[in-house]
C-alpha cells in the first residue's frame, strides 16, 4: 500500500476539519512545522516535522520524523545529536546537483521528501533507480491527486508516497481513494459451462488498452450486472496472426465490463482514455487505460455457465476459436471449443446498477 503524507503548515481557516478529516481518513502522515500541532495527534499517525536547516526546538516530544531542508552534513550532525529520533530530508529537485543530492538521500536515509521544480517524471525515474536498493522511503511533493496517481505509477511501482497539501475539507479523501485505487481484488468464482449456443450475427467490442496484459490477465465481461467471465488477453500465441497482448477481444457490445471502484460500463461506451480493470486469475486487479475500441460485426456464440450458489451467468462473444476465456489456474480456454462441465473463472457482483453504479434496489436481467 502507497503512503500518504498530508502538508497543513499553510493550511488556514479549514485547519481543524482538515486534520480530523485526514484522521478519519487514516492517511498514513500529518506534516507540520510546529511540534505543538503534532503533539496533539494521536500515535496512529506519523508525526512529521518538516522545518528547515536552523536550530531544532529542544522539546520534540510526541514528534515521530524530522524532515530537514538542510545540507546532507548537517541532517549527519543532527542524526549524531538526536539518536532518539528518525531524520530525514527535504530536497528541491532543480538541476543535476540537486538531484544528485536527492538521489544520495533517498540511498541513504530512512525518508526522503522531494519536489521536482519541473513537470517531467524522468527525475523521478532516475531517484528511484538510484535509490533501488536502499532501504528508505521516498516521498514525493504533489500538487493534487491527479499528479498523485501518475507519481505511483513511474517505473511500474512508483514512488513509496506522496506529500500533499490540502486545500480544501475532501481533498484527505480524494487522496485515500487515490491510493486504494492503485491496487485492489475481487472474488473469483469457478463457474461450470452449461452449453454454448451459435445466435448469428452482432456487434462485437476488441478492447484495446495502453498496456501489455499478463498471461493470466483479462477484463471481466458478462451479459448480466451480477455475473461476469474472464474474457482472455491476446497474450498467447495464435495460427495465422500476431499476437496482441494489450488487447481483449470482449464480447457483444451490450456487455458489462468492470472498472475502477467497482463501476461497470457497457463494452459500447468505451472509448480512448476510458479505464477499465484488468484482472488475473487470482484476483488481483489493476487500472489499464483504453486506447481504442473497435466495434466490428460478427458471428456471436452465446456461453452459459452456472456458479455453485446456482447464480447462472451468461457472455456472448465472437463465434472463433481463438477468443479465449481464462479457467482456474489461468488455464486458456478457446470459446469455441468448451463444452458442458469445463471450469471458468468469473465474478459475481452482489448490486445491481443504475448508470453502471452499485445500487441496492429490485433489478431482474434476464
Known amino acids: 500500500m502507497k503512503i500518504c503524507w498530508l502538508d497543513v503548515r499553510a493550511v488556514g481557516d479549514d485547519r481543524k476539519a482538515i486534520v480530523e478529516e485526514a484522521l478519519h481518513q487514516r492517511v498514513d502522515g500529518i506534516v507540520s512545522a510546529d511540534p505543538t500541532e503534532l503533539r496533539a495527534l494521536p500515535p496512529s499517525v506519523r508525526r512529521v516535522l518538516l522545518t528547515g536547516s536552523g536550530p531544532l526546538p529542544e522539546d520534540l516530544d510526541g514528534v515521530d520524523t524530522v524532515v530537514l531542508e538542510a545540507p546532507a552534513a548537517e541532517i549527519a550532525r543532527q542524526v549524531q545529536a538526536r539518536p532518539d529520533l528518525e531524520f530525514g530530508r527535504y530536497v528541491e529537485v532543480v538541476d543535476a546537483a540537486t538531484l544528485e543530492e536527492a538521489s544520495e538521500a533517498a540511498r541513504t536515509l530512512p525518508w526522503t521528501v522531494i519536489r521536482f521544480a519541473d513537470p517531467t517524471k524522468i527525475p523521478l525515474e532516475i531517484v528511484l533507480a538510484a535509490a533501488a536498493a536502499g532501504q528508505g522511503g521516498i516521498i514525493t511533493v504533489v500538487a493534487d491527486v491527479e499528479e498523485a496517481e501518475i507519481v505511483f505509477g513511474v517505473l511500474e511501482h512508483g514512488s513509496e508516497g506522496v506529500l500533499m497539501a490540502p486545500a480544501a475539507v475532501g481533498d484527505a479523501t480524494a487522496l485515500q481513494a487515490a491510493v486504494r485505487g492503485g491496487t485492489g481484488h475481487v472474488e473469483l468464482t469457478e463457474l461450470t459451462v452449461e452449453g454454448i449456443a451459435h445466435i448469428g450475427m452482432g456487434d462485437r467490442a ?15 465481461v458478462g451479459s448480466h450486472s451480477k455475473g461476469m467471465i474472464l474474457a482472455c488477453s491476446e497474450t498467447h500465441p495464435l495460427p495465422y496472426m500476431p499476437t496482441r497482448p494489450f ?8 456487455s458489462y465490463t468492470l472498472s475502477r471502484d467497482g463501476r461497470t460500463h457497457y463494452l459500447s461506451e468505451l472509448e480512448h482514455g476510458s479505464s477499465v480493470l484488468a484482472v488475473d486469475s487470482k484476483g488481483q486487479t489493476r487500472n489499464v487505460t483504453v486506447g481504442r475500441v473497435k466495434i466490428e460485426s460478427r458471428p456471436l456464440l452465446a456461453i452459459d455457465a452456472v ?5 447462472r451467468v451468461n457472455l456472448i462473444v465472437q463465434d472463433d476459436w481463438h477468443v479465449r476465456v481464462l479457467g482456474p489456474g489461468g488455464a486458456v480456454r478457446n470459446v469455441t471449443e468448451l463444452r ?9 457482483p452482489t448490486e445491481d446498477r443504475h448508470v453502471g453504479y452499485p445500487i441496492s434496489e429490485f433489478c431482474l436481467e434476464k
Request: net charge negative; hydrophobic share 35%; glycine share 14%.
Open 206 to 220: 476488441c478492447v484495446d488498452t495502453c498496456t501489455y496484459f499478463r498471461e493470466d490477465e483479462g477484463i471481466l
Open 340 to 348: 458442458a462441465g469445463d471450469q471458468l473463472l468469473g465474478h459475481l
Open 307 to 311: 456458479a455453485p450458489s446456482g447464480q
Open 247 to 254: 488487447r481483449v477481444n470482449a464480447g457483444a457490445i451490450h
